[in-house]
Structure formats: structure tokens, C-alpha cells
């Protein structure tokens, strides 16, 4: 009997010992700036019939106690691998400085192959460019963002095939991008004559307060190298010091 009461006081001891030390862990664990159950996915439109697509939103990605980020995907729908990308990798990150939104256009008519490097008339092009400016153009400039920024891929026509630049010149969106390039291995700055999708978007962002950039991934690059340049692209932005 006094065996039995001593084995059944040991064990108590024990697990007294164990939660002890669960709840010290739990105290003393450092949290991370991101807060995952704040992460929230909203659909701003969803009237495919009238829009060719639809406009959602995942939101307080990272540090939500902290200056806002908008990325936005999708505005020209064939280039939807480097898209995939970006929300592949960013909503897991989970030591961010910043708060960051993902605006996601899905054109849903004349969406193209991806790569194919269809004329900058196409109907999909122009369906997600619309949709950008409907939608995702006032929540952005409303909501408080210190920056946004529009990702895109290409063909390879260019200079460059990896690269960030502004469409405004001697704008504060300029300064940010250089400063992306400089401090990335893989990432140039190169600023191209023009832009179909700027009007739609990151010149009137620009024009109206909220600097406003362009990232470019190349279209046929493995998925391994375009996964390590948006992690790039990624962790440069958010060192970043937006004052």
C-alpha cells in the first residue's frame, strides 16, 4: 500500500514538473512580428460576369502593429507563375518587420499562356489592368500604405531579366527600388521606355502619395532561382527604412 501512495506521489511530482515547465517555455518564448490568426482573406469583387475576373485580399501578413506594405499579383494574368511565387512564399514568412496586404486580381476571359508574351493589347492584359484600376488603385491609396508593390514577369526582351524600377521618375519609389537593387545580388534596377499596365495603377499610386514600384521575374527562369529572388526581393523590401 505505502508502495502504491509513493509511486502515485512520484508520478504526481512528474507531472506537475512538466506542465511547470511547459507553461516556463510558453512565457519565455519570444514572439516573431507575424501574427498568423490575424491573417485574413477578403473578397473585394466578385462580379466575374461584369469584370472578367474577380479581386480578393489577404491581409496583416507579418507585423500587423506595423507600417502597411501592399503587393499586388495578377493585374496581367499570363505572367501567374512569378504571382504564385510571391503567395506561395510570403503569407508563410513569419519574422517580418512590416504589415504587409496581397491584392490578387483573377482575370477570368482571354487569361493567355503563360510566357506566350502576348501584345500589350491583349484582352487579358487589359481585363486585369481594368480590375487593377477599379479596385485595387482606391484601396491602396486609401489604406494608409507606405508602399506598394506590382509584380510582374517577362520574356526576356529587356537588358535585364530580373529587376525593379519606377515608373515616375525623381519619385520616392525610385529611391526604394535602388535601393533594392543595391542591396541585391540577383535584382537589377532597369527602367524601361514605357508601361502598358502604369496608368492603371503604380503611376497614379505614385502622382497621389503612395511610392509605387515595379518587380520583374523572368518568365523562364527555374522555379528554384525565381523562389530565391522573391525571397530576396522579399527580405530587402522589408529592411527597408520607411522613417
Not at 517580418?96 to 510566357?115: A, Q, R
Request: aromatic share 10%; proline share 5%; hydrophobic share 35%.
Amino acid at each position: 500500500m505505502i508502495k502504491k501512495e509513493y509511486l502515485f506521489i512520484v508520478l504526481l511530482i512528474i507531472i506537475i514538473l512538466i506542465f511547470s515547465v511547459a507553461i516556463v517555455n510558453q512565457i519565455s518564448t519570444p514572439h516573431t512580428g507575424n501574427a498568423a490568426h490575424n491573417v485574413t482573406r477578403e473578397v473585394i469583387s466578385d462580379n466575374s460576369m461584369e469584370d472578367k475576373g474577380t479581386v480578393e485580399v489577404i491581409r496583416n501578413i507579418g507585423n500587423p502593429n506595423s507600417k502597411k506594405i501592399a503587393y499586388v499579383v495578377g493585374v496581367h494574368p499570363l505572367e501567374n507563375e512569378t504571382h504564385r511565387t510571391l503567395l506561395k512564399i510570403l503569407p508563410n514568412l513569419t519574422d517580418l518587420n512590416y504589415c504587409y496586404d496581397i491584392y490578387i486580381i483573377n482575370v477570368t476571359e482571354d487569361i493567355g499562356h503563360y510566357g506566350d508574351g502576348a501584345s500589350d493589347n491583349s484582352p487579358g492584359r487589359q481585363n486585369g489592368q481594368n480590375l487593377a484600376l477599379k479596385y485595387v488603385y482606391p484601396q491602396i491609396l486609401n489604406g494608409d500604405y507606405e508602399l506598394a508593390v506590382d509584380i510582374h514577369s517577362n520574356v526576356g526582351a529587356y537588358p535585364f531579366k530580373t529587376f525593379v524600377f519606377s515608373p515616375v521618375k525623381e519619385s520616392l519609389s525610385v529611391n526604394y527600388a535602388n535601393e533594392i537593387a543595391q542591396n541585391s545580388e540577383n535584382i537589377s534596377y532597369y527602367a524601361p521606355d514605357s508601361t502598358t499596365s502604369g496608368p492603371y495603377l503604380t503611376v497614379p499610386l505614385n502622382e497621389n502619395g503612395v511610392p509605387a514600384f515595379y518587380y520583374e521575374e523572368y518568365s523562364f527562369a527555374s522555379q528554384s532561382d525565381k523562389d530565391m529572388h522573391m525571397m530576396e526581393l522579399i527580405y530587402n523590401i522589408d529592411n527597408l527604412n520607411m522613417g
